[in-house]
């Protein structure tokens, strides 16, 4: 069609023999949402980096994209530069990853706007930033401007790169999975934004997602791709409401229901006992900024306790303070009855090294210069294990989290988005600990992957006895998981309880806010 953005035509990528993208055509049109879907490795970040000159190292692509009418496949470098400068913008992944973390993000704009709207000037960059920043509905953007990329919140990070993506008035935006890992009202504010600027800026998406209830919310088109190969596409609706395809409705199926999690009856845990005791909890951040403020909260053995609330609201500091990390201001947080506090440096390490941590963020939880089998037996390593013991616990990690033993072999790099918290999951069960603390161990994989990591995280738990803090911005992979449910606010516990009484009838408003943007699939 003569209005489309981004045509593609029988789309191929391949690393020399091995194809990865094998003949996907579609269009992106101004105004309109167009979502590629599948699994982690399914070819989505490929297929649509390798559109606009930005495949990997050593890939060979051929086929036919189109931006505008102009041919995108063998044109030369100076040319995709100077395309993706001024007609497309990009949203990556990672946000933390995506900016230089000793870099101010101003100085990152300054770098930005000179290149893609040739602005020099300090004082006009400044102001050109602050009005993009605006745009992408940050309420403070000199503060942002002013700011390392630590020192903003997840949800920030992402309006930040948003708001660079626009930068130069592109016509077609590629965003990549634009609200991983976010929790759910900062996602509801990205969905929000995104469709705004759509309408708005006649813009063109492309939106690459495992995420089916943000496509089914916000997306016009959707393709569905299974290794590499386009297995349906059409209209968003159409694809949700009646899928033709067996791995479509596979995708559709391992998408939690918060309705089933409300319904599911609690395990008995193994003991009332508490495992874990956090009593008036007070965490500080500089002088006028408390993280938490005066939580206290249990964690029975055998049971999982999950923690929700939106990016700020301290979950991982309560995390992290449970697993020594973080030194509380005031309050106290007892492990089996002991206070780590109180006990010799010797037996401190005895006792957090039968705590599993897993982090959110496993591209900088991972050593990248090291294999994903040394960094799997690390906490073996320093229990003073042997090598042959480490190796076959490593090998056994693995597989319980469904990769191949050879995956030891490999660097983090060479693992996708979902493979690498998989990583991060086995290494924090390594060590067979007695309580995991998992900060949102599955937000970067996509449904059905994460279907089975949460199938192996209820299997351990039933099978083990152990006691988990389970963090996550995914209200209903929590109402899977958990048996009772802890909602945090501004550093305040504000609910506390069962799940079919927190998710299913909860007191507070701002619970109902939380279940209120949970996206939906049927919501349209």
């Known amino acids: 069609m003569t209005n489309d953005l981004l045509t593609l035509e029988n ?38 980096l390798s559109a606009i000159g930005m495949a990997p190292d050593g890939a060979t692509v051929t086929g036919s994209a189109r931006l505008e009418g102009e041919e995108l496949v063998g044109a030369g470098d100076a040319r995709l530069r100077d395309i993706r400068a001024h007609r497309v913008g990009v949203v990556f992944q990672e946000p933390m990853r995506s900016l230089t973390p000793t870099a101010k993000i101003g100085r990152v704009f300054r770098d930005l706007l000179r290149v893609r709207e040739g602005i020099r000037s300090r004082a006009a960059a400044a102001e050109r930033a602050a009005d993009l920043l605006t745009q992408a509905e940050l309420r403070d953007p000199r503060r942002i401007l002013a700011s390392h990329p630590h020192e903003v919140s997840g949800g920030e990070l992402q309006r930040v ?33 995104l469709g705004r600027l759509v309408r708005e800026l006649d813009l063109g998406v492309l939106l690459i997602t495992h995420d089916m209830g943000v496509v089914g919310e916000l997306a016009d088109e959707v393709v569905v ?47 009332t006992e508490a495992l874990v005791a956090v009593h008036d909890l007070t965490v500080s951040y500089g002088h006028d900024r408390l993280a938490l403020d005066g939580v206290s909260l249990d964690i029975r053995r055998g049971e999982v306790l999950g923690v929700v609330g939106e990016s700020g609201s301290g979950k ?12 509380p201001a005031g309050g106290s947080v007892l492990i089996g009855g002991k206070d780590p506090a109180a006990l010799s440096a010797r037996e401190r390490r005895a006792l957090y090294a039968k705590v599993g941590i897993v982090f959110q963020d496993p591209a900088s939880s991972l050593n990248p210069r090291r294999s994903v089998g ?43 988005g979902g493979q ?19 900060d949102e161990p599955t937000s970067a994989l996509d449904v059905t992957i994460q279907a089975r990591v949460l199938e192996i995280m209820r299997e351990t738990v039933a099978d083990t006895g152990l006691s988990a803090m389970f963090i996550s911005h ?44 949970v996206p939906d699939p049927s919501r349209r």
Do not use: C
């Not at 409705?249 to 599911?264: D, F």
């Not at 991982?316 to 030194?327: E, F, N, P």
């Not at 690498?420 to 603390?437: E, F, M, Y």
């Open 474 to 517: 995914d209200l209903a992979v929590v109402s899977l998981l958990s048996d009772r449910v802890a909602v945090l606010r501004r550093g305040k516990l504000v609910e506390l309880g069962p799940v079919s009484q927190v998710l299913g009838e909860p007191e507070e408003d701002y619970t109902r806010e939380l279940l209120a943007s």
């Open 161 to 193: 790169l948003i708001a660079m993506a626009l930068s130069g008035s592109p016509r077609l935006l590629i965003a990549d999975e634009p609200t991983t890992a976010l929790d759910v009202t900062v996602q509801r504010g990205i969905l929000d934004l």
């Open 420 to 438: 690498r918290q998989r990583v991060s999951i086995a290494r924090g069960l390594i060590s067979d600990p007695v309580l995991l603390i998992a």
């Open 225 to 271: 791709l299974n290794g590499g190969v386009p297995v349906e596409q059409g209209p968003a609706s159409s694809v949700i409401t009646w899928p033709q395809e067996p791995y479509t409705r596979e995708l559709l199926a391992a998408v939690p229901s918060l309705a089933e999690g409300r319904a599911r009856v609690a395990r008995d845990s193994a003991s």
């Open 316 to 327: 991982s500091t309560l995390g992290r303070a449970i697993a020594g990390l973080v030194a």
């Open 11 to 48: 789309l191929r990528v391949a690393f020399g023999d091995r194809e990865v993208v094998r003949g996907v055509s579609l269009s992106a049109r101004p105004g309109r949402i167009t979502a590629l879907v599948g699994e982690s490795g399914s070819g989505k970040s490929v297929t649509s």
């Open 374 to 416: 040394w960094s799997i037996g690390e906490p073996l390593r320093l229990a003073g294990r042997s090598q042959a013991d480490t190796e076959r616990a490593v090998r056994d990690a693995l597989e319980r989290v469904k990769l191949p033993a050879s995956f030891a072999q490999r660097f983090p790099h060479q693992l996708s």
